[in-house]
């Protein structure tokens, strides 16, 4: 009996589950344990005692029993502003930037549709277009990882993509791409385009002030690298035409409490997270400086809070794993293949920890 049903069982999964979702395996998140974390691009720094306490009285008078504001409207209000979203475009939040990619996609999913990114590029992209039954297209970038503009437009042209992303800064490759190559882009493009500005407290570069100036423009930031991972929160900027659209699919409560009452609180106090930010530039410099004397190693150049690395002696996964020994989680990118063959992704941390970084990453070599 209990075979048999185990057996149906199985039948009725096979039938069930489709084959897209079957073939992937889940999003992996490495255990960190009590490494250096240096894995995932967050903000190595902690708020301030004081501000702790004062955040602490706000959370305490958060009504729990109360669904959240569904539209957020006091953080939306604040968001605008420090963002700098121009005048006539308008803002729809995520829980973090990755479900506002899966609102885009699910608005548009159609059999055959497709989401256009250049590649090495974010792994949601394909993930999500995998999720909601797109089709995915990734265009190699060169080998310095510009755009290759030609390859970008014959593929819009072929593929007529209804969303492509351009990562700015990429990652994980850690560059701002050209900017006249973007507009090229934004303009050759039927679909819509959504600059991915993850990384801009690192970056001093932004699509921002050109919404409205193209139509199918849209542009993502998030709080998470600017050291608010653990809230999930991330807003899509662009033309109500769509944002419109994209507010029916998003699910009523998407911004839960804590959230809201923590990152008004957040931008209420953003200085702190600025000069955050300032210290992890710095601190990037310093790390660009050590990294480019080791030998054989190539290291690219980086607009973000990680730097890309490839070993041109050394095998990476070995390297990986002697870092990890020596208690340093960096993220290893070799096992991607192509043009990430021999390629580790590190995060800009305190200067204790890259010092650790780059001593242990001598050991390994
Ligand atoms: C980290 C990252 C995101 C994800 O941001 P969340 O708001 O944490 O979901 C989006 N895009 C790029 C390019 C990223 O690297």
Known sequence: MMQNN??????????????QIKALSAYHVADAGKMIKLDAMENPYHLPDELIAQWLQKISRAELNRYPDPHASELR?????????????TLILGNGSDELIQIMAMTVAQ????????????????????????????????????LDLPAML???????????????????????FDEKAMLEIIQASKGLVIVDEAYHPFAGESFMSRLGQFENLLVMRTVSKMGLA?????????????INEFD???????????????????LENAGVFEAQATAVREQRSW????????PDLQVYPSRA?????????????????????QGVLIKNLNPAGGALTQCLRVTVGTPNENSAFVAALKKSL
């Open 111 to 146: 059999p055959g549709r497709v989401i256009l990114a250049p590649e090495p590029g974010f792994v949601m992209y394909k993930m999500i277009a995998t999720f909601v039954g797109m089709d995915y297209v990734g265009v190699p970038l060169r080998d310095d990882f510009s």
């Open 287 to 294: 790390l660009l400086n050590d990294l480019n004397k080791i």
């Open 154 to 176: 014959a593929a819009i042209k072929q593929h007529q993509p209804a969303l492509l992303f351009l990562a700015y800064p990429n990652n994980p490759t850690a560059n701002l």
């Open 305 to 325: 809070n990680f730097i890309l690395l490839r070993l041109q002696k050394a095998d990476a996964n070995k390297v990986f794993e002697s870092l990890k020994q």
């Open 230 to 242: 653990g809230l999930r929160l991330g807003l899509l900027a662009g033309s109500p035409k769509w």
């Open 6 to 19: 185990s057996h149906r069982i199985g039948h009725l999964m096979s039938d069930l589950i489709r084959p």
């Open 248 to 266: 029916k699919v998003r699910l009523p409560y998407n911004i839960n409490v804590l959230t809201q009452i923590s990152a008004v609180f957040a």
């Open 77 to 89: 209000d604040k968001l605008r502003a420090y963002m700098q979203v121009p005048e006539g475009q």
